[in-house]
């Protein structure tokens, strides 16, 4: 029997690869530092036989080839990972975006200010 570590059980829990553009956890998507970082302060690490090994909501899952009509980030440091097009809010035609207030709710600005 082979004495399997934490270190091992992180290191298998976050397996990457080509294509790689991130992970899901929770209802959220991270980027692979910030994934590795949720994974590390976790205190469970499921076993690879086990069925919550490859729940989101106990473990990140990885997205690879990610596809999205919008722009995804990650949701703990904000990097760009997949989908839509990368683009600044303020290109829209008629100079207006939607941008996050100090609740991380959505708001409508009409007017730019640098």
Known sequence: MTNVTRSDRIKEALIGGPGLD???????????????????ALPYIPLPDDPLYRDSEMLPQPIFFGDSDYAEHCSKCGDYLYGGQEMDPWDNIDGSCYDYDDDDDWYYVTSHED
């Open 22 to 40: 991130g992970y899901a956890y929770q209802a959220e998507v991270y980027c692979v530092d910030c994934a590795e970082s949720i994974v590390c």
